[in-house]
């Protein structure tokens, strides 16, 4: 696996523009039960991946990256965080207007994906209907070019 792996973060990294990392982060197999414990405080989710921050993805033991293309997007949204993680996340506030960039970004490059290999999925429609209280976060503008500047977006940029 270490190899899919691999590939599929040189895909994370091509479509989100983010820098590559120094190191892979470790993917760990485990309980849809342990995701809905630790990833949504014990309140029953569709979790299917979770990368808190640190050198960790924790997937779904029941996804086969390796022979679905939907599982190995999963694993592609995931790098993707871990890879913001690594370069823009860590200089932002942890606030609901970077969390919700954050993720936009990931299934905006998840999408992308799945479309790369002719499929459509609509990955992260709930996205749509996520808003926050704030007006604005400073440390937000200051990246929002980095978040904003992926693959995807420069793709519909063109259309």
């Known amino acids: 696996m270490t190899e899919l792996y691999a590939i599929l973060m040189s895909w ?20 849809h039960g342990y995701l809905v414990e630790t990833a949504c405080s014990g309140r029953e989710c569709k979790v299917m991946g979770w990368f808190p921050p640190g050198n960790t993805i924790y997937l779904d033991q029941r996804l086969n990256p390796q022979d679905n293309l939907l599982a190995s997007s999963i694993v592609v949204h995931e790098m993707v965080h871990y890879l913001q993680h690594q370069s823009v996340a860590k200089d932002l506030p942890f606030d609901c207007l970077s969390t919700v960039a954050l993720e936009r970004q990931a299934y905006g490059v998840q999408r992308e994906y799945l479309l790369r290999y002719g ?26 070019t980095l978040i904003g500047d992926s693959a995807s977006d420069r793709h519909r940029a063109q259309d």
Do not use: D, F
Not at 134 to 143: D, N, R, S, Y
């Open 12 to 31: 994370a990294v091509m479509l989100s523009g983010l820098p590559p990392p120094e190191r892979m982060p470790e993917v760990v197999p485990v309980s």
């Open 119 to 144: 499929v459509y999925q609509p990955v992260g429609v709930s996205m749509h209907n996520v808003g926050c209280q704030e007006a604005a976060v400073p440390g937000l503008a200051a990246k929002e």
